[in-house]
């Protein structure tokens, strides 16, 4: 009798430990996990922190989906690398905090790379896109050239590459009434068109896709302020993640979906990756 008592002792030790074992895998908070990115983590998910008010990067459409070239783009890099994707909307001005609190696990949203010491701040793949900084007036505006500034006010987004190219202009930063910063694009665009600014520092890839979809309250001066490029961002050292991303945005070039996936939203390739 004494046997099958610790028979069945030894029986209850081996499920107990089986089940903390078990309670040790991927962790469910709501449909959320444990960064993917974390050194020798299991975790599938992947988190994309992104501007959700950025088209055609990532934005929200009119159904309330969150759509974009970025999203789709990482959709299918997730594909090929086994996760899954998590969408995580962020304010832009916070990315720094939520990427260095493993609220995401890299930042995927027409980030312009080189520019404020980025090179310093993160690890990064190699660009993807080609893009600019420019003005945008009202299209009824009597402003035609960068001089045309003095004395105006003149919108740009917090913490982006837009303001630091405004405030790197001396016919800006020196000329113009002031330099107003708004949470996102949408909002310095608003103000545009009621006049409360009489500019905004915009990305041209942002701009020319709200002109192509028909919005003709806007148009852009000839005159550029910065040539860019386009990256994803990743915390500083995690080269891990990074060059998984990398071969999967180079395989997505390689059998064309990275082309395919640009003509839809552009109507053409512009994508750089590999060329």
């Known amino acids: 009798m004494k046997s099958i008592k610790k028979l069945m002792a030894l029986v209850l030790s081996f499920v107990l430990i089986a089940a903390l074992f078990a309670g040790c895998g991927t962790k469910d908070n709501g449909g959320t996990t444990a960064n993917a990115s974390q050194a020798g983590s299991q975790k599938t998910v992947l988190k994309l ?62 980030f312009t790379m080189h520019v ?35 004395g105006k006010v003149v919108g740009a987004q917090k913490d982006s590459s837009g303001l630091a190219a405004a405030e790197a202009t001396p016919a800006i930063k020196d000329k113009a009434a002031s330099i107003e910063q708004f949470a996102d694009y949408d909002t310095a665009l608003m103000n545009l068109e009621s006049g409360a600014v009489a500019a905004v520092v915009i990305d041209q890839i942002v701009i020319n896709y709200k002109i192509s979809q028909g919005n003709d309250k ?33 395989t997505l070039a390689t059998n064309g979906k990275l082309a395919e996936i640009s003509t839809k939203w552009f109507g053409s390739d512009i994508t750089t990756v590999g060329k």
Do not use: H
Request: charged fraction near 30%; charge should be negative.
């Open 116 to 150: 404020d010491n980025r090179d310093n701040d993160y690890t990064w793949t190699e660009a993807y896109m080609n893009n600019a900084q420019v003005i945008c007036v009202a299209s009824d505006s009597a402003i035609t050239k960068i001089s045309d500034l003095a």
């Open 218 to 250: 806007f148009k852009v001066l000839d005159e550029k302020l910065s040539p860019e490029e386009y990256g994803v961002a990743f915390l500083k050292g995690n080269t891990e993640l990074r060059d998984k991303i990398q071969n999967a945005l180079n």
């Open 49 to 110: 922190g992104f501007d959700a008010s950025f088209p055609p990067m990532g934005f929200k459409d009119e159904k309330g989906n969150y759509v974009g070239f970025d999203i789709d783009v990482a959709k299918e890099a997730c594909k090929i690398l086994g996760y899954e994707l998590e969408l995580v909307p962020i304010d832009w001005d916070s990315k720094d905090s939520e990427l260095k609190a493993g609220n995401i696990d890299m930042i995927w949203n027409g």
